[in-house]
C-alpha cells in the first residue's frame, strides 16, 4: 500500500540475490548466540546504553555478532559547526535495510527520524529508542508540518538527525526519490545536510543479501543476514551541502548519494 507520505517501492523479495554460500548451522548458531549476548547487555545498560560512546559499541556488536563487517573512514557524519551554537546536521541516506540504522549508529550516535513501526523491531528498535528517535506515522501527510517544525527544532539546538527520505527500503542504492519534506527542516535551521550512501557487498561484491523488502517479516530478514558470508556495509559520507531551496537540497543530495549508480528499476 502506498500514499504521497509512504511510496510504495518497486522492490521485492524477489530482488534478493541467493546464489553466495552460506555459513554452516554451528556458525549460525554462534551468531545468534552472540546476537542474544549483544542484546542482553545492551538491555541491562539500561539508561546508560543512551551514551554516545556505550550506544556505538553496542551497535558494532551487533553488526560484529551478526558478521557484518563495517566499513568506514574516520570521518564524521556531523558537520562541526564553525561557531558555539552552530545547528545539528540533517544526515541523510538511501535506505535498503534495517541494518542501515546500525550501521550508521556504529558510526556515529545520532537522533533518528524513523517510521513508527522500527520502534517496535526486535534488535533496532531498542537502540534507535536510546538514540533519542523521533518516530512518525509514515501515512499521515496531516503531521508532517509538525514533524518539520520539530526536525528543525532538534537541529536548531546542535543536535544531529539521522533520515531516510526515499521513506521505504530499496533493493539497490537509485531506487526512490528523495522527498523533499525533512529538507525543508534543514533550510529553516540553517543546517548543514550530510548526504551518505551506503552499500553492501558479499565477497567484494555489490549484494541485496541485507535488502528488507516488500511484506517480508523482519524474522525472515534477519536469518538471511545471519546465515550471509562475508557480508560487509560501506558507509560513505559525502561533501555537506547548505542552502534555502528544499528541492534544490534534496536534488542535489540524491545525486550525491546515488552517483554513478544505476537504478534499481528502469
Not at 18 to 29: D, F, K, Y
Amino acid at each position: 500500500m502506498s500514499s504521497a507520505a509512504a511510496p510504495a517501492a518497486l522492490c521485492t523479495p524477489a530482488c534478493v540475490t541467493r546464489s553466495a554460500p552460506e555459513v554452516p548451522p554451528g556458525e549460525l548458531a554462534r551468531r545468534y548466540a552472540a546476537l542474544a549476548y549483544e542484546i542482553g547487555v545492551s538491555v541491562a545498560q539500561g539508561e546508560r546504553l543512551a551514551e554516545p560512546r556505550a550506544l556505538r559499541t553496542r551497535a558494532r556488536g551487533i553488526l560484529g555478532a551478526l558478521g557484518v563487517r563495517l566499513e568506514a573512514g574516520p570521518e564524521r557524519l556531523t558537520v562541526t559547526g564553525a561557531r558555539p551554537g552552530s545547528p545539528g546536521t540533517l544526515i541523510v541516506a538511501n535506505h535498503i535495510s534495517w541494518l542501515d540504522v546500525v550501521s550508521l549508529l556504529a558510526v556515529e550516535p545520532v537522533t533518528v527520524l524513523a517510521k513508527r513501526e522500527v520502534g517496535r523491531w526486535p534488535v533496532v528498535g531498542g537502540l534507535a529508542r536510546r538514540a533519542g528517535s523521533q518516530f512518525i506515522d509514515r501515512d499521515g501527510l496531516r503531521q508532517l508540518p509538525r514533524v518539520v517544525a520539530e526536525l528543525a527544532s532538534t537541529l536548531r539546538s546542535g543536535r544531529s538527525v539521522l533520515v531516510f527520505p526515499q521513506a521505504t527500503t530499496w533493493c539497490s542504492v537509485a531506487g526512490g526519490r528523495f522527498r523533499r519534506a525533512t529538507f525543508q527542516a534543514a533550510a529553516d535551521a540553517g543546517a548543514p545536510v550530510r548526504p551518505v550512501t551506503i552499500r553492501y557487498y558479499r565477497h567484494g561484491v555489490r549484494s541485496t543479501t541485507a535488502a528488507f523488502l516488500g511484506d517480508e517479516t523482519f524474522g525472515a530478514s534477519l536469518h538471511r543476514v545471519a546465515r550471509a558470508r562475508e557480508l560487509a556495509v560501506r558507509v560513505t559520507p559525502h561533501a555537506p551541502l547548505r542552502g534555502s531551496d528544499r528541492r534544490e537540497l534534496a536534488a542535489a543530495a540524491q545525486a550525491a548519494v546515488g552517483a554513478h549508480e544505476m537504478p534499481a528499476h528502469v
